[in-house]
């Protein structure tokens, strides 16, 4: 069976995790409270999928900002074989009426728009190019959760994936 290199599983997740750009915002206070709920350290785990499966341990840390905007970093291990860091920030853009994200990890950046439907927060990128293949993630902000799945296909077809699901410690 061919097995996906350690790096590749933390290039997928990284694709993942890097959401939006630096973001300029005033925000209304609805929108500032909602992200002021994910301030704080949180932990989460899941299982990845495809040609090199195996568990994915994760941590993560929201501090508020200037503006309403919230900068996060984390880093996730891949049960022994390799570790991912990411960082980013969310803002509410009061101009565009929109949430946005910026992120990077591993030498990769990345925007993301959000879209809220009542108190949660979408954020989707799809059709990011990494030097293994296409990428696509999805990271929702909802209540006392977040989610974060991620989908890697390689230049050989393999499909690498993962869910992994966080609660605030």
């Known amino acids: 069976m061919l097995r996906l290199p350690t790096s590749l599983k933390g290039l997928a997740l990284a694709s993942a995790l890097i959401l939006p750009v630096t973001l300029p915002a005033v925000a209304g206070d609805a929108e500032n409270a909602l992200l002021a ?8 785990s899941g ?31 891949f049960g022994g074989s ?13 101009a565009t009426k929109r949430f946005e994200a910026a992120s990077s990890a591993q030498g990769a950046s990345t925007t993301t ?6 108190n949660t927060i979408v954020f989707a990128s799809a059709g990011i190019k990494t030097s293994y293949g296409l990428a696509s993630s999805i990271m929702t902000l ?16 393999q499909t690498t994936a ?3 699901t966080f609660k605030k410690s």
């Open 82 to 94: 390799g570790a991912a860091s990411f960082r980013g920030s969310m803002v509410y853009n009061d």
């Open 113 to 118: 728009i959000g879209k809220r439907a009542g």
């Open 37 to 44: 709920k994910y301030e704080g350290n949180w932990r989460g």
């Open 142 to 157: 909802s209540g006392s959760s977040i989610k974060l799945g991620f989908t890697l296909v390689d230049k050989k077809g």
């Open 162 to 164: 993962s869910a992994i």
């Open 47 to 77: 299982k990845v999928t495809g040609p090199d499966p195996g568990t994915v341990v994760c941590r993560l840390t929201f501090k508020a900002a200037s503006a309403g905007k919230l900068t996060y970093t984390g880093r996730c291990s």
